[in-house]
């Protein structure tokens, strides 16, 4: 089995295994299935500020793809570190989505990694995003909206910790999604990629305020904000 190096982890298509979190395609190399052999983490290729992304183009390290492909991983790690805090009765299938939708963002950041304009079609078939990923958060954010109380006002990220965490991960998510949006205007991206992490902002906020109410936990609502001493007006 070929393994692609994603920077700090392993990512294989079709293989028996991924041994990976999300991490940008800033190198791509084959290596060896034989498990006896430990690839090692560093490469020293990015050394003199440039890397590769996944056709094997070098690009320099703020290029707008490398951008992207770091609020994405920004994101999945937010992601990571709410599940652990989801732990009460009721949220499994939460604990669950958060894991497949890390996996998604993984099969994102390899078409963000994959510029539409310039690759082969083989890199590109590689990398195609499937839209009913889209059609999966859509349900759940429906369902969950089904059970949670009428929204009347705004409301501040809170909740809890697994909720507060989740609201973290939302405004990621929108970062992320600014990131995408130019490339996928530029024809570098595939639209579906954008669309999902739109979809996914919605999600992320509506899985957070379903956490805080599983957990009894308070939402906290915005109220106008008044100074504490009023101001002198003189006569």
């Known amino acids: 089995m070929a393994l692609a190096s994603l920077g700090h982890g392993f990512f294989s298509r079709g293989g028996t295994a991924i041994v990976c979190s999300i991490f940008p395609l800033s190198s791509f190399r084959y290596m060896s299935s034989d498990r006896r052999r430990q690839p090692k983490i560093y490469t020293k290729t990015g050394d003199k500020g440039t890397s590769a992304i996944f056709t094997g183009e070098r690009r320099v390290k703020d290029d707008a793809v490398f951008e992207a492909l770091g609020s994405i991983d920004e994101l999945s790690s937010n992601i990571g570190a709410a599940r652990e805090f989801i732990t009460g009765d009721g949220l499994e299938d939460i604990y669950t989505q958060l894991q497949q939708i890390q996996c998604c963002l993984q099969e994102i950041a390899s078409n963000v990694a ?106 906290t609502f915005y109220q106008k904000p008044r100074p504490a001493r009023q101001p002198k007006i003189d006569a």
């Open 114 to 219: 994959t510029p539409r304009t310039s690759a082969g079609d083989a890199h590109t078939r590689l990398t195609t995003f499937e839209s009913a990923h889209i059609d999966d958060l859509e349900t759940w954010i429906d369902g969950y909206t089904g059970e949670l109380p009428p929204l009347r006002n705004f409301i501040l990220p809170s909740g809890g910790k697994a909720g507060a965490l989740l609201h973290v991960a939302r405004s990621v998510c929108r970062r992320a999604e600014r990131r995408v949006s130019p490339l996928v205007r530029d024809s570098e991206t595939d639209p579906v990629c954008g669309k999902y992490l739109n979809r996914l902002s919605d999600y992320l906020f509506t899985s957070a305020r379903y956490c805080s109410m599983k957990e009894d936990n308070e939402e």
